[in-house]
């Protein structure tokens, strides 16, 4: 159902947000029903409640999340980032219908704001299957915010995406301009096609006179060494 202890992932959070937010805030987190009722609103309302302020890394709550659960990036995430994942882990899982309509429900009503959070959950949603078609068009959106919270330390892609909706990911990230190094997964998921792909990439980019991501030679080179070397040399000569 899920992919991690969710037992210890809920603890973890509410320690750092009773340590970061007011009382008063924390007080209406935890006093809430448990499976939520309205999770919709509940999921907007939080912003009301909590601060856009990352937490302080330092704190031991903070250090105890961050090492428990080191596939994620936690630094990156703010202190309503953690309100409204606490929110989302409250739900039942038991019924994977019921469950992945109710996030469907809050994908579908959520703001810029809500979506890119949502999509940085993905890794700690139950049933990680159940939304490859969810992040695959998270993929194609055109939303920066949305694009970089898939894309950046988040193992959802690397783990659940098929060959297919990875290499559009990775071409996507390299067409706008995103750090491939805080992709993960990047040399594990690397194939043949992603590799053709980003070499025919080079060829174009070569022929405009444009830059190319260096990240991209690796990538190619484990593939087709030979003509990455001689596009390397070019590039190389006409800088």
């Not at 031991?60 to 596939?71: G, S, T, V």
């Not at 703001?111 to 194609?140: Q, V």
């Not at 067409?175 to 805080?182: H, N, P, V």
Request: net charge neutral; glycine share 4%.
């Amino acid at each position: 159902m899920f992919a991690y202890t969710i037992e210890i992932l809920r603890p973890a959070i509410a320690a750092v947000l009773k340590e970061e937010s007011s009382s008063e805030s924390f007080t209406w987190l935890v006093a809430l029903p448990v499976p939520p009722q309205n999770i919709t609103r509940d999921f907007s309302f939080a912003s009301r409640k909590f601060s856009k302020q990352r937490p302080a890394s330092s704190s031991a709550p903070h250090i105890y999340l961050a090492e428990k659960f080191q596939r994620t990036h936690w630094h990156s995430w703010t202190i309503l980032d953690l309100a409204r994942l606490y929110l989302l882990l409250q739900l039942n899982a038991a019924n994977e219908q019921e469950y992945t309509t109710t996030i469907e429900s809050v994908f579908n009503q959520a703001d810029l704001g809500e979506l890119t959070i949502l999509y940085k959950a993905l890794p700690y949603f139950a049933y990680g299957k159940a939304w490859e078609s969810r992040c695959a068009e998270g993929i194609r959106s055109n939303m920066g915010t949305v694009l970089e919270a898939i894309m950046y330390e988040n193992s959802y892609p690397s783990v659940h995406l098929p060959e297919a909706a990875w290499n559009q990911l990775i071409l996507k990230a390299i067409f706008t301009g995103k750090d491939l190094g805080r992709i993960y997964g990047l040399e594990e998921r690397n194939n043949a096609a992603l590799a053709a792909s980003l070499l025919d990439y080079a060829e174009e980019r070569l022929a405009a006179g444009r830059n190319i991501d260096a990240a991209v030679w690796p990538l190619t080179k484990v593939f087709y060494p030979e003509k990455t070397g001689v596009l390397q040399q070019r590039f190389l000569q006409e800088k």
